[in-house]
């Protein structure tokens, strides 16, 4: 096999930052690290890049063998390549983000690593520059989901209207005008409201909805301003 000569080996490794939403927190999916250096310290998921796979690929195989999901919402974020972010030998790290719904998948992680769930208020310190990878996919969450309905990706298959908002302002740390929000988000026709109502909080009741996945899928693209950009600290352009 022809190989370039005269050239360094460059490890490349795939860290992927999954989300998830439990109705009143956003969380983050963390595993302890099974070897040196930092054994037993928090990380994110993690794995390297193997021969015969694309970059895709193994974050979907390591989101996977996390969590058992697939075909679920992922796009690359950045890559990190300090020459020495790895104490270990030259890698550069490709990220990812994943946003799962903790209610449905919470009970297929896998033990092996593991693995728990933090509130991101409540984050431990994590190996290497994971800590930075975090602050950026929080912050290009937070930029997407101002242009988007990309945080419809976190939400059980029955959810309120309530569960909805509490979504957008946990994460944009500030409250929305009710009306308003309802309006703007049953104006898209996404929502199917269902028959039963979610009790728990009060004797009146909140109406169910499910996500029309059809109409969800065709308006993905479209730029939806359920949130005016004065209200929405933490988004940059």
């Keep these: 096999m022809m190989k370039y000569s005269n050239q360094t080996r460059i490890l490349t490794a795939i860290d992927c930052i999954i989300f998830g939403f439990d109705g009143s927190d956003y969380k983050l999916l963390l595993i302890q690290r ?6 037993e310290k928090w990380s994110l998921m993690g794995g390297f890049l193997q021969p015969k796979e694309s970059l895709d690929g193994a974050a979907n195989r390591i989101l996977k063998k996390l969590t058992g999901l ?25 990220t990812y983000f994943a946003l799962i719904d903790i209610q449905k998948y919470q009970k297929q992680i896998n033990d092996d690593f593991h693995a728990h ?3 991101m208020n409540e984050l431990p ?33 029955k959810f309120t209207l309530p569960h909805l908002q509490a979504m957008y302002e946990n994460l944009y740390e500030t409250k929305i005008d009710k009306r308003n929000f309802t309006r703007k988000v ?15 909080s009060s004797k009146k009741g909140a109406f169910f909805y499910r996500i029309d996945r059809s109409k969800y899928n065709d308006q993905f693209q479209t730029v939806l ?5 004065n209200e929405m600290p933490g988004v940059n352009e």
């Design 34 to 39: 099974g070897f040196a250096p930092e054994k």
């Design 70 to 94: 697939e075909d679920v919402y992922m796009e690359q974020l950045h890559t990190f390549s300090k020459p020495d972010r790895d104490p270990v030998e030259r890698t550069i790290a490709v």
């Design 117 to 119: 769930w933090f509130s």
């Design 125 to 157: 310190d994590l190996i290497f520059d994971h800590n930075e990878m975090v602050e950026m996919a929080k912050s290009r969450l937070r930029y997407k989901a101002a242009l988007h309905p990309i945080l419809f990706e976190l939400l059980p298959k």
């Design 186 to 200: 049953l104006s898209t026709h996404m929502l199917i409201k269902e028959k039963d109502k979610d009790k728990t």
């Design 225 to 229: 301003n359920f949130i005016p950009r």
